[in-house]
């Protein structure tokens, strides 16, 4: 019996978050010090807590809109130009997530510049207080040393930024930051690598507790994130999540437990954020070290999900999925005692969906033969053959599901990028 889900929904945020930042040892921890930064800065403004929470919430996500590890690279220079192409795929991405209303404009202004004033508004819109803190925020930590908070450099941080005071940023802003970073805790706690319990030890934001319905609203978003990043697999999350809640349904698991199996099918690949976009688009043959990233994706997502007290259950469906029964399967080489049932139904739906979808560069298998190629994984025990029997005898409906599922999703992908077209 499981215990009724009560997930924070910061604490999702932070995981992705991490995951996002994982992609290069350079960017690792960027948003959190963001959201750590601009929190600070507007605690020193004395902004009211509603404003604060927001304004950390954007922090710590305010790059989801970068699908790229070269966009991701180049918005950590700080003279970095024609930057708000990914601002703008993030206020689009988050702002379908109802709790997100309020954080997705700070996130689609972040790079705004206050430009003497003129910067209040940007195309007939008006520029939120918190975009223009995160923007400081943002560019500060482009300039900050994250080996050692050496005071002199400090020094130099702060006149660089003073610099562009009233160009690119707010002058109350830059003084409030410039008043900040003469206290040595600060600079400490930017680099410290307890940086996650400091900020939210201290930001003690308001957190909004997510039901199992709640999560799987956030599921979606995280499986748009994770999809829309590569034309590829834009819409495979959407089909193993379908899928996944299917057989387990058909399993005898009950609408609960589905519900579960659901979230984990949107979560299964949260930790593909780690991997360069280059790597998952490249159209030829992936060279060895390539390969091997990609393996670890399953161990990001696990790494990552195992932050969160209560999704236990959720995690390990979601992180196993490339596990095999005869223990050869990766990353953590499980053998068929050790794997959950759930883990098992979410490793035959991921591998249903992967070759009976159609993909840009090769069509989807026929019925006959993905039946084959399951039956034959699960011959030598790389997959659950009472699984994949109940594929076999639910292959219409299992189909029809997937379909479902995937189409719905290809119009959802083909209308967001329409609207990033139309806003362009």
């Not at 206290?183 to 940086?195: G, I, M, N, R, T």
């Not at 209560?310 to 990353?331: K, Q, T, V, W």
């Not at 030598?380 to 009472?386: E, G, I, M, R, Y």
């Not at 699984?387 to 189409?407: C, D």
């Amino acid at each position: 019996m499981f215990r009724e889900l009560n997930v924070p929904v910061f604490d999702m945020v932070m995981c992705l978050s991490k995951a996002m930042d994982l992609v290069n040892p350079i960017v690792v921890n960027h948003q959190l010090r963001v959201a750590y930064i601009a929190f600070k800065i507007g605690e020193e403004l004395k902004l009211p807590k509603e404003t604060l929470d927001n304004i950390v919430t954007a922090g710590a996500i305010h790059d989801a809109g970068a699908m790229s590890l070269k966009e991701k690279m180049e918005i950590l220079n700080f003279e970095a130009e024609a930057v708000n192409q990914h601002a703008l795929l993030g206020y689009h991405l988050l702002k379908t997530f109802p709790f997100f209303t309020k954080i997705a404009p700070i996130v689609k202004f972040h790079h705004a510049c206050w430009s003497d004033g003129l910067g209040r508004e940007l195309n007939g819109e008006k520029v939120p207080m918190g975009s223009h803190i995160l923007h400081l925020a943002d560019r500060v930590d482009t300039l900050i040393d994250k080996t050692w908070p050496a005071l002199e450099h400090v020094s130099g941080v702060c006149e660089k930024i003073k610099s562009e005071s009233g160009k690119l940023f707010v002058p109350e802003y830059v003084e409030a930051f410039v008043r900040l970073a003469k206290k040595e805790y600060f600079s400490a706690d930017v680099v410290s690598p307890e940086l996650k319990n400091i900020l939210k030890k201290s930001a003690n934001l308001n957190v909004i507790p997510l039901n199992l319905d709640g999560l799987l609203e956030l599921g979606r978003l995280f499986a748009r994130i994770i999809d829309f990043r590569s034309r590829f697999t834009a819409t495979h999350t959407s089909g193993v999540a379908a899928c996944a809640e299917a057989l387990s349904e058909i399993a005898g698991f009950s609408k609960n437990e589905s519900k579960r199996m659901k979230v984990a099918g949107y979560l299964h690949d949260l930790g593909k954020l780690a991997i360069p976009s280059e790597i998952l688009e490249k159209p030829g043959k992936l060279e060895p070290w390539e390969f091997d990233i990609i393996r670890f994706h399953t161990y990001h997502t696990y790494r990552t999900l195992e932050m969160i007290d209560g999704l236990e259950d959720i995690n390990c469906y979601a992180s196993f999925h490339h596990e095999r029964l005869d223990g050869n399967g990766y990353p953590f080489h499980y053998s068929k005692d050790e794997l959950p049932f759930g883990s098992r139904i979410m490793a035959v739906a991921d591998v249903f969906t992967a070759i009976t979808e159609d993909r840009p560069y090769r069509a989807g298998m026929t019925a006959d033969k993905a039946l084959a190629t399951l039956e034959s994984m699960a011959s030598v025990n790389a997959l659950d053959q009472k699984i994949v029997a109940l594929v076999r005898e639910n292959y219409e409906q299992m189909s029809r599901i997937r379909i479902a599922a995937q189409t719905a999703a290809t119009l959802e992908y083909q209308a967001f990028w329409d609207e990033i077209d139309k806003n362009r």
